[in-house]
């Protein structure tokens, strides 16, 4: 099966075994991106098998594109080549956990659903709610740098990794960072690594600093009725005592999707900024008394949500672009990233933009960090998709951010680069690319610039 010839096929399987190797048509089926699925799919065992498997891919010159729950893997370019799927999902170990020092040494293979249940135990977590949600395994979510609302309280995966094991394309496995956080002696080359979507080598552990459980949580819905009040709403908050675990803003249309989704019959839909709170129960009852105060303010209805239907709207919450994808087949999903001060009123230009094309959308904000996600829902052409984008995406260049497409069907990706206009750390990714993959067999073509 060229380019996966014979004699390539048999060093594979000298390295991982005949049964770690697929050639299957519905297993190449399952890491088909844009269209394009992979010769072969390559599982290793072993961080040792992964940097073997790159070095035989890169002698043969063969485009390799990791995997792992494979929730990510419509995020970027259309792959100039793909060849070989190389999936992690085997690569589970625990190198070593440390429930008193609050750190924790992983496969990247493991799903942060399998990660999470080990920590409770312990009363410990990772606060992370990623597109994909338990599916996402821990490299995947470090590679794309993946976040959803616990953002607004924890950071990102960045924020988050104390090292790394990263094998490479020569069959190296190279060592960044610590086991400890208090390491930062140095620059850390695994920060590029974070984000990079597996252009520069593929983690095969990482190295994590853990978080307590909180004590008690609790949601609160505040109905705003416009996005000015919102605005004002949000301001108040930040500038407030209350200390939320998450925080988003959703537009209208997304409130009547949530509760539709919860079965709740309400009329009156308007934009919705959803708080959680956590602590002690004094702690969240000083949050009510807060926010009611700075709901009333500004004329905003401030409830409480029950525990367990505030769960599943959280998960529907984070997995936005996964769930628009699902839902409303031929769906544009974008990923807008602003100053905090502007997401209201860029979030009101792209509805207005939306509107005058006659396309309903729908929004998910992460308002108190400046990410927004926003779901085209209907729009009617090719042309008409890229062209909205387009406009879209100089609404947020103009506001002093960026705009991505993380989610768009292959005709619409053709007519226009998703990650729009490369940023001033360009020059130094792609120097990084050719001296880490220099013969660029990682993910061609997918990332920033079409490296």
């Known amino acids: 099966m060229a380019p996966v010839g014979e004699t390539v096929r048999s060093e594979f399987a000298g390295i991982v075994g005949e049964s770690q190797l ?23 065992n072993s961080p040792e098998q992964v940097a073997q498997t790159l070095k035989c891919a890169a002698e043969h010159n063969l485009a390799v594109i990791a995997c792992g729950g494979a929730t990510s893997l419509g995020v970027g370019n259309a792959p100039k080549r793909y ?29 942060l659903e399998h990660f999470q249940s080990l920590l409770k135990q312990d009363g410990l977590w990772m606060p992370l709610d990623p597109s994909g949600g338990g599916q ?20 990102a995966p960045r924020d988050m990794v104390v ?34 979507y597996g252009t520069l080598g593929v983690i095969t552990e990482v190295n994590l600093k853990l978080y307590p459980l909180p004590a008690g949580r609790q949601t609160f ?21 209350i200390d939320p675990v998450r925080m988003v803003l959703l537009d209208a249309e997304t409130a009547r999707i949530v509760d ?14 959803w708080l959680e709170a956590g602590g002690s129960r004094p702690v969240i009852e000083r949050t009510w008394k807060e926010l009611d105060a700075l709901g009333r303010a500004v004329g905003a209805k401030v409830r409480t949500h029950d525990q367990e239907g505030a769960r599943g709207a959280w998960r529907m919450i984070s997995d936005f672009s996964h ?16 100053p905090v001060a502007s997401s209201e009123e860029f979030l009101s230009l792209a509805q207005q933009e939306a509107q005058n094309e006659k396309v309903r959308m729908a929004s998910v904000a992460l308002s108190g960090v400046g990410i927004l996600y926003l779901g085209l829902l209907d729009p009617q052409s090719i042309s008409q998709r890229a062209g909205l984008i387009g ?36 020059e130094l990714m792609r120097r990084m690319k050719a001296v880490w993959d220099p013969k660029g067999i990682l993910a061609p073509g997918r990332f920033v610039g079409s490296i």
């Open 22 to 44: 697929m050639e299957e048509a519905a297993a190449r089926a399952l890491f088909a991106i844009d269209g394009k699925a992979p010769d072969c799919v390559v599982y290793p």
């Open 83 to 111: 060849d070989v799927a190389l999936c992690m999902r085997n690569i589970t170990q625990v190198r070593y956990y440390e429930p008193a020092d609050l750190t924790a040494g992983i496969g990247a293979g493991i799903r």
């Open 136 to 155: 996402a395994t821990l490299g995947g979510i470090v590679a794309t740098n993946a976040t959803g609302p616990l953002r607004h309280s924890y950071g």
């Open 163 to 196: 090292g790394m094991q990263v094998a490479t394309t020569d069959g190296k496995l190279i060592k960044t960072g610590g086991r400890v956080v208090k390491n930062v002696a140095g620059y850390d080359l695994g920060k590029l690594l974070i984000g990079s």
């Open 221 to 241: 819905v505040l109905s705003t009725g416009t996005l000015g009040i919102a605005r004002d709403l949000r301001r108040s908050i930040l500038n407030s005592p």
């Open 260 to 273: 539709a989704a919860a079965q709740r019959d309400r009329i009156d839909h308007e934009p919705q900024i």
């Open 323 to 338: 769930w628009l994808g699902k839902t409303y087949p031929g769906a544009v999903v974008l990923k807008g990233t602003l």
């Open 391 to 426: 406009r879209i995406r100089k609404a947020a260049e103009k506001a002093g951010g960026a705009l991505v497409v993380i989610s768009a069907a292959a005709d619409v990706k053709a007519q226009l680069d998703v990650w729009g206009t490369p940023g001033s750390g360009f």
